[in-house]
């Protein structure tokens, strides 16, 4: 993970972000920072805002004050849906539902944006399709379709195809939260994988041990607001704000530092430990 990337302009910053549906304010002057190769996290309870951050950068939202840039284009003032689709192709978004298209295999889920979006030659766009495929250890279901996976096995084949269009940055929306508990470290494993290659990636995430391992950068949101941020450590390890320690105290029975758990499969060096789904 860089450790010079930090003094360079953001990636991505959002400055004084507001956003309300109707009378309900959700983002009430958001500032964040991501750097390039960054693992950043946003944590916080149920509704507090975090996946509407994320539908933000992507341009699926549109908030009414504050402005948000992701690398030199300034989405905020993005009127036309081409333009955010020229967005969209250089920042992928993993979803907590695969939303694979269930009439297509495996291989023609990963296909089918780079040739059509991004007019890439069926030969190289299927070259690439299987190499990402044995990336996330699905290249033996390329034939296969949606339905006849696991959850586990969609989500990896989703970020497989998220990772098709050669994103710079890559937003990862709960994508372990549809997941049964046992597929859970397949997932897991490839995302960590990609923080360890230096993809750029912002997660959005109750998997609060994962998010501690592997996170530069952790924010802490609650009503709509950061109530703070800092390194991984310094968040899960010395929480200044109440409201933070209270909050990993309930997730993580400690306020701040977890006790060691037996064979947690959530370790860095337990990871390798699971089997992924055949």
Wanted: net charge neutral; glycine share 8%; aromatic share 6%.
């Amino acid at each position: 993970m860089p450790s010079t990337e930090t003094v360079a302009e953001p990636l991505v910053r959002l400055r004084d972000l507001h956003l309300s549906f109707g009378n309900n304010p959700v983002l009430k002057g958001i500032d964040l920072d991501v750097h390039r190769g960054q693992a950043v996290s946003i944590i916080g309870p149920s509704g507090s805002g975090k996946s509407t951050i994320l539908r933000c950068i992507t341009g699926l939202l549109q908030p009414q004050r504050g402005s948000i840039r992701v690398g030199t284009t300034e989405v905020h003032t993005l009127a036309q849906e081409a333009q955010r689709i020229e967005l969209r192709k250089r920042v992928g978004f993993v979803f907590q539902q695969y939303n694979l298209f269930p009439h297509l295999s495996v291989l023609e889920n990963l296909v089918i944006a780079p040739r059509k979006v991004l007019g890439r030659n069926r030969i190289d766009a299927e070259k690439d399709a299987r190499a990402l495929l044995a990336k996330v250890r699905m290249e033996h279901k390329a034939d296969a379709y949606p339905g006849q996976l696991s959850g586990g096995q969609q989500q990896r084949v989703a970020i497989a195809r998220a990772l098709a269009m050669r994103p710079e940055l890559i937003l990862f929306d709960e994508v372990t939260s549809a997941l049964d508990p046992e597929t859970v470290g397949e997932v897991l494993t490839v995302i960590r994988e990609l923080t360890e290659e230096g993809m750029t990636c912002v997660l959005v995430t109750h998997e609060m041990r994962f998010a501690e391992e592997i996170s530069d950068i952790v924010y802490f949101t609650e009503n709509g607001v950061i109530v703070e941020h800092g390194s991984a450590a310094q968040i899960f390890q010395h929480p200044t704000s109440e409201r933070t320690q209270e909050f990993l105290r309930h997730a993580l029975g400690d306020p701040g530092r977890r006790p060691p758990i037996a064979n947690d499969p959530y370790l860095l060096t337990n990871l390798s430990r699971y089997s992924l789904s055949v």
